[in-house]
């Protein structure tokens, strides 16, 4: 993983990595990044990971993201699932882990019962 401005790190990378330390923030280019996404990152109550996008850009969560770590904070993106066969069951957005936040994103479109809170 590089994550610089010339060679970026790609978001599955990112999202795994273990040099993500608690207070890190992932910046997102704009963009569309579909799957169905377990991120593997996170922070401590003090310092969370925070995910968002690079100076307001259009980042779009195409498909679905499970919370695998405490004290992850998702922040100012959108996130949606496109899938039109809406008798396949996907994970949505899957919020197992504490202290973990979902701010200031447009959540739209999503299947199964959309968030889940354990």
Same mark, same amino acid.
């Given at each position: 993983?590089? *994550? $610089?401005?010339?060679? %970026?790190?790609?978001?599955?990378?990112?999202?795994?990595?273990?040099? &993500? =330390?608690? +207070?890190?923030?992932?910046?997102?280019?704009?963009?569309?990044?579909?799957?169905?996404?377990?991120?593997?990152?996170? *922070? $401590?109550?003090?310092? %969370?990971?925070?995910?968002?996008?690079?100076?307001?850009?259009?980042? &779009? =969560?195409? +498909?679905?993201?499970?919370?695998?770590?405490?004290?992850?904070?998702?922040?100012?993106?959108?996130?949606?699932?496109?899938?039109?066969?809406?008798?396949?069951?996907?994970?949505?957005?899957?919020?197992?882990?504490?202290?973990?936040?979902?701010?200031?994103?447009?959540?739209?479109?999503?299947?199964?019962?959309?968030?889940?809170?354990?």
């Amino acid at each position: 993983m590089t *994550g $610089t401005i010339t060679n %970026p790190a790609t978001f599955a990378d990112v999202i795994t990595s273990p040099r &993500i =330390i608690p +207070g890190d923030v992932i910046v997102m280019r704009a963009g569309t990044y579909a799957g169905y996404w377990s991120l593997g990152v996170g *922070g $401590t109550a003090e310092k %969370p990971v925070i995910i968002k996008p690079h100076n307001n850009e259009s980042v &779009i =969560i195409d +498909g679905g993201l499970t919370f695998g770590k405490p004290y992850l904070h998702i922040q100012d993106l959108e996130i949606m699932d496109s899938n039109q066969d809406r008798t396949q069951i996907t994970d949505s957005i899957t919020m197992n882990q504490e202290g973990c936040w979902i701010i200031g994103c447009n959540i739209h479109d999503l299947h199964n019962s959309g968030i889940n809170w354990f």
